[in-house]
């Protein structure tokens, strides 16, 4: 049996951010996506629209951060959530970490509506991100 529809458009929307295409992952989210990014550092916190949860990626990258993801281990879903469970490696001025993560996402139609993310590693990766 093949992954959820709502779940193979989170893999893919995943598979772009691996890969450096946040082109693709953009058009995943809706224009109202609510992004929660936890810890205690600078790009923490929850982040409304679209255009706030591209402008933190960018404001990353403009700081020197780099998140990437090692690994996309599983994805799985149904008609109410998509879980993926990945290993996340955050580069910046503080050196580097990596952690498992898990993001849970409400996807519809194969949007990203809301996306939670959990970091087994946190303090961590707001050591190097500061």
């Not at 529809?5 to 058009?27: H, I, Q, S, V, Y």
């Amino acid at each position: 049996m093949g992954d959820h529809p709502d779940a193979a458009a989170a893999r893919a929307a995943l598979e772009a951010f691996k890969g450096g295409d946040l082109e693709t992952m953009a058009r995943a989210m809706a224009e109202d996506v609510v992004w929660h990014i936890p810890g205690s550092n600078r790009f923490s916190g929850e982040f409304r629209g679209k255009a706030a949860v591209l402008e933190r990626f960018k404001a990353m990258g403009e700081a020197g951060v780099r998140a990437s993801f090692d690994e996309i281990h599983d994805v799985v879903g149904n008609d109410e959530h998509v879980v993926a469970l990945v290993r996340l490696s955050v580069a910046g001025g503080g050196g580097s970490a990596s952690a498992g993560s898990t993001f849970v996402m409400h996807v519809r139609d194969g949007v990203m509506q809301e996306f939670w993310a959990m970091n087994d590693n946190q303090a961590a990766i707001d050591g190097v991100i500061g």
